[in-house]
């Protein structure tokens, strides 16, 4: 079955950048698309971007344009998602999730990030 | 502010039906489907509902979902205590080119 698996938590400083990456298993990874979700502490959830995992084309939420890149690499099975010019609201728990059969049906873990000085 | 809207929470006891709503507007709900997350406490959040109704294989059919115009809901039926959790509407927006979220909903199990 699909399965994610997300890289571990992390811990960065303000200004700097962070690479969370997700590898698919179960599944032709080039057939699918990977999104990328966040949630704040305690908040909902927020869509940040997708790529397309057979031709690389990405979308990205207007909130996050110019800050957040999302790439593949499908030898690896494997999405990256980096966020830079971190601020302290930008931590929070950060998933993946595939599409499948439909949007968003399986997720990844979550991955922990802290931004503090 | 959450782009859909959500009651905060709702309540019921086991045995009971609840129903959570979700309301958009023409550009996310009123024109494309809506999917249904549950989220239990410090785990991922998990599809239940998609394409307004549809449950993935393994979703009991308890769960069921509806759409009328710019609002959506999702229904529990023979609530459990498995149950209580949080639950998520989502939707793409055609306006902000972009997946909204509501804001969630606690369902409790009294």
């Known amino acids: 079955q699909v399965h994610l698996v997300q890289s571990g938590a992390e811990v960065k400083k303000p200004g700097a950048s962070v690479k969370v990456s997700c590898k698919a298993s179960?599944?032709?990874?080039?057939?699918?698309?990977i999104y990328w979700v966040r949630q704040a502490p305690g908040q909902s959830l927020e869509w940040m971007g997708w790529?397309?995992?057979?031709?690389?084309?990405?979308k990205y939420s207007q909130k996050f344009q110019g800050r957040v890149t999302i790439t593949r690499d499908t030898s690896a099975s494997t999405a990256y998602m980096e966020l830079s010019s971190l601020k302290s609201d930008d931590a929070g728990i950060y998933y993946c999730?595939?599409?499948?059969?439909?949007?968003?049906?399986?997720w990844g873990q979550g991955t922990l990030l802290a931004v503090s000085s | 502010q959450s782009v859909l809207t959500q009651p905060p929470s709702t309540s019921g006891t086991p045995g009971q039906g609840v129903s959570i709503s979700c309301s958009g507007g023409r550009f996310n709900i009123g024109g494309n489907t809506v999917n249904w997350y549950q989220q239990l406490p410090g785990a991922a959040p998990k599809l239940l509902i998609y394409?307004?109704?549809q449950r993935p294989s393994g979703v009991p059919a308890r769960f069921s979902g509806s759409k009328s115009g710019t609002s959506a809901s999702l229904a529990i039926s023979g609530l459990l205590s498995e149950d209580e959790s949080d639950y998520y509407c989502?939707?793409?927006?055609?306006?902000?080119?972009?997946?909204?979220f509501g804001g969630g909903t606690k369902v409790t199990v009294l």
């Open positions: 394409n307004d109704n």
């Open positions: 989502a939707a793409w927006d055609d306006s902000l080119d972009a997946w909204v």
């Open positions: 999730a595939s599409r499948y059969k439909a949007a968003m049906d399986y």
């Open positions: 790529i397309n995992g057979g031709d690389g084309n990405t």
């Open positions: 179960g599944y032709t990874f080039s057939h699918y698309t």
